[in-house]
């Protein structure tokens, strides 16, 4: 070897040695300052296959909707099948939502300039799309909308150079502008030419997504000023595109376009939320002295402190009970929220179920059950009520099965009652109440179908001075997004002829595998 063979071998020797450095170098000298790790977040839980899984995801109970640029499939959530797929025209369709049952897109004509955007909606029983709004040439393609308070929000993405002029506008129901924002300068560098896709709100934080990056950005609207502020990134199963809240897992759904799947990822690791319910048959405030003392009921509730209350042989303006509109005032003794379903007019007023809720009440439906044999009108009282920290919402049934020997329409009773959960499988659910029926009868049986008892061990409730079989339960479904904490029957003997039945559940924001 020659001398300026061995001066070569050397000098590349030395360059092989420092090229790690130098690499370092460069890495640090071009990766924006903000780019840091995201904090460990969500976590994916399921995928399901989609060709149409190019754009976004959206979901409900039963279905998940794949959104490509033209169409949206609809696929049945428990078989993994595509069941239909949307007619009308699109041209590029971003993320969607659900609003009163019907599914918001976002619409543009990208890339193509001037930008035309709409929201286009979803009528998910025909599969038929059409424009609910149409903005024209608004500044920026429309790349998702949502409604919160009242007001409809919506994001115009700028792409290229001009991606910082992206803005997010909030708008009245009349499409007049009330406020604009623009993007940190944080969450800009990051996006390369793209823009921002997807977001959600999350309580009062937005989760934003990128082009491509499996990346959340969350945010806030700021106090003072036009700028929204970055509170930090946190890691997703999804590559950037559209996301929306699932009502039946309580995460997000979202999209890998590379790999045509939605996405189902779970919030980063958080403690299960604990709910206190209570069952009690409170046979109209009238006591085993005989005594009439809503106070003493009201009692009862509070020392226990319960979340949700499934009250049974209730009256509302009824003479025996001096006219008192008692779930109103239960709910003014407890501080609590009150729905009544009344079943039967009785003396003037009317009688049935009530629940009392310390958690928002958004909807509420009372049903009759089947009634045979000329006896007691029976019902369900449907309560749908909003979970803390945007965990979605949950159904609660509150019910009095018949009570005579016969056991034909409690049986039928529990029938309609699984029925009626079926068509509700996308959210966690509830069913308290007095069901006159024992543990090994063919009337829990047939719930069992669809519902777990909280209790596995028999704690009897009725009568309430010497109780020897359980007659009120709390039982909830799906199965493995609960765990029973503990339950107990009420050692309070007086104010009703049954006792208070409580159930300590804490809900999953998952299925347990």
Not at 57 to 62: F, I, K, L, P, V
Not at 313 to 319: H, L, Q
Request: charged share 25%; net charge negative; with cysteine.
């Amino acid at each position: 070897m020659t001398e300026n063979m061995q001066l070569m071998m050397v000098e590349r020797r030395a360059w092989a040695a420092a090229l790690p450095a130098f690499c370092l170098l460069l890495f640090w000298m071009t990766v924006p300052a903000v780019a840091e790790t995201p904090a460990a977040g969500w976590t994916e839980t399921g995928t399901l296959a989609a060709p149409e899984a190019f754009q976004a995801a959206a979901a409900e109970g039963r279905f998940v909707y794949a959104i490509a640029s033209r169409q949206i499939a609809k696929y049945d959530r428990s078989t993994g099948q595509r069941v239909a797929v949307s007619t009308g025209e699109a041209k590029h369709l971003n993320s969607g939502f659900f609003h009163d049952g019907k599914l918001y897109c976002a619409h543009s004509n990208y890339p193509q300039t001037p930008e035309q955007s709409q929201i286009r909606v979803l009528d998910v029983d025909t599969m038929e799309l059409s424009t609910a709004h149409d903005f024209q040439d608004y500044g920026g393609s429309l790349t998702w909308v949502l409604r919160r308070d009242g007001h409809w929000w919506c994001n115009f993405a700028r792409y290229g150079e001009q991606n910082g002029k992206t803005f997010f506008a909030k708008f009245d129901d009349d499409w007049k502008e009330l406020a604009r924002w623009t993007y940190p300068a944080e969450v800009i560098a990051q996006l390369g030419r793209y823009s921002l896709s997807g977001g959600v709100w999350d309580g009062d934080e937005l989760l934003v997504t990128g082009h491509d990056d499996p990346v959340l950005f969350r945010l806030r609207l700021p106090e003072k000023g036009n700028v929204l502020e970055f509170i930090g990134s946190e890691a997703a199963p999804f590559s950037g595109q559209g996301i929306a809240h699932d009502p039946v897992t309580g995460g997000l759904v979202g999209i890998r376009r590379a790999a045509r799947e939605v996405v189902f990822a779970a919030a980063p690791a958080s403690e299960p939320l604990r709910l206190r319910v209570l069952s009690y048959n409170i046979h109209h405030a009238e006591g085993v002295d005989g005594k009439l003392d809503l106070e003493r009921i009201a009692g009862v509730i509070r020392a226990v402190e319960p979340d949700l209350v499934a009250l049974q042989e209730v009256d509302s303006n009824v003479r025996r009970s001096e006219s008192v509109d008692q779930p109103a005032e239960l709910a003014r003794l407890t501080g609590m929220e009150g729905v009544f379903g009344g079943n039967i007019e009785l003396q003037g007023g009317g009688y049935g179920n009530a629940v009392l809720s310390r958690l928002p009440i958004v909807r509420h439906e009372n049903h009759r059950l089947p009634r045979f044999d000329n006896g007691e009108q029976r019902g369900v009282l449907e309560v749908e009520v909003t979970l803390p920290g945007d965990r979605g919402r949950l159904l609660l049934l509150a019910t009095h099965f018949d009570h005579r020997r016969n056991e034909r329409e409690r049986i039928a009773s529990a029938e309609a009652i699984n029925r009626m959960v079926a068509k509700r499988s996308g959210l966690p659910a509830l069913l308290a109440g007095d069901l006159n029926a024992l543990p090994e009868s063919e009337t829990l049986r047939v719930l069992g179908r669809q519902w777990t008892r909280s209790n596995a061990e028999v704690q009897p409730t009725f009568p309430a001075q010497k109780p020897n079989r359980q007659i009120d339960y709390v039982l909830f479904r799906p199965e493995g997004r609960w765990k029973v904490v503990e339950t107990k029957v009420l050692d309070e003997s007086v104010a009703s002829d049954h006792r208070a039945f409580l159930a300590v559940l804490e809900l999953r924001n998952e299925p347990r595998p």
